[in-house]
């Protein structure tokens, strides 16, 4: 059943990509200049709606939202991050080794009480390279969260993404030994909360509530934690921990989005998450002594 004629085949197979998304199958045939998009005829109807759907949404683009205001943002939290996990592993290389065991995500610690371990993990770096990887992603995912959350509840929001993605994955390998070290589970966190105050920031306006639009900033997340998150066979990378905080960074980046955060905040509560956050973890590494 013929549902539309193109004259560039580029376009039959855009909307191609829309059938096979309803999981439906179809070909593409040539009549002279045209190309026309077959379906089987039970799907016919389905496929003209969705299709009709898809041409609404093309012909109505979404204005463009500045994601980043044209205005200076502070860039300082961005030295102190890197000075603090630098910091911390400088003091790991001269540190006995009774020290990193007493930070380390043990998933069965954790899970007997000692909570303090999903911060204290984040600190600590197996060497020079892992630091190197983890900064230079956490400080780009931040740079982004900054002008739209603030300085402080950026960092606030990346140590709780963290937290809840070591808590989550201790649960995951429950009854059985695990170890785990690292900011990569905070810095996929802060990747999650990227893509969940766009994905909700699209949902919230009708013109960019189609689905289409919704799909991207998934995919695109998606895409960078399949990229940055997997790493090569022979290493040791804790995939589940990458992606338990990322799906903790979503959530948190819709719940953000969605109490309008940014807009509410007020300069003394930006210091206050700031201070909170140090204080976290601070405390966290008091606790482990």
């Known amino acids: 059943m013929e549902v539309g004629r193109y004259t560039r085949l580029t376009e039959a197979r855009e909307r191609g990509l829309v059938v096979s998304a309803l999981e439906l199958a179809h070909w593409i045939e040539r009549e002279g200049d045209e190309w026309v998009l077959q379906v089987e005829e039970s799907a016919g109807e389905e496929v003209r709606r969705e299709l009709a759907v898809f041409e609404t949404e093309q012909e109505e683009p979404a204005v463009p939202r500045e994601l980043l205001p044209a205005v200076e943002w502070p860039k300082f939290s961005l030295f102190v991050a890197a000075w603090v996990l630098s910091g911390f592993f400088f003091a790991q290389q001269v540190a006995p080794e009774a020290w990193e065991d007493r930070g380390v995500a043990d998933a ?14 984040l600190t600590l770096h ?14 780009l995912f931040a740079a982004f969260l900054i002008p739209r959350l603030g300085s402080g509840f ?5 140590l709780l993404s963290g937290v809840l993605g070591n808590a989550l994955n201790a649960w995951g390998y429950r009854g059985e030994p695990h170890f785990s070290i690292g900011a990569s ?6 990747l999650g ?4 105050l766009e994905l909700f920031a699209r ?3 009708p013109r960019t509530r189609g689905r289409w639009q919704l799909i991207v900033p998934i995919g695109a997340g998606l895409a960078l934690l399949a990229f940055l998150g997997v790493g090569e066979e022979q290493q040791r990378v804790d995939y589940m921990a990458h992606c338990w905080g990322f799906l903790a960074g979503l959530a948190e980046g819709v719940v953000v989005e969605a109490v309008r955060l940014r807009e509410r905040a007020t300069v003394r509560s930006q210091r206050l998450a700031s201070v909170l956050t140090l204080t976290a973890i601070a405390a966290a590494w008091w606790l482990t002594t």
């Open 126 to 139: 197996g060497d020079g390279a892992h630091l190197a990887a983890n900064l230079a992603t956490g400080l």
């Open 193 to 196: 909360i990227l893509v969940g």
């Open 154 to 158: 950026t960092w606030l929001a990346i």
């Open 185 to 190: 589970t905070a810095c996929f966190g802060a």
């Open 203 to 205: 949902w919230r306006e």
């Open 108 to 121: 069965k610690a954790i899970l007997a009480g000692e909570w303090w371990r999903t911060i204290t993990a």
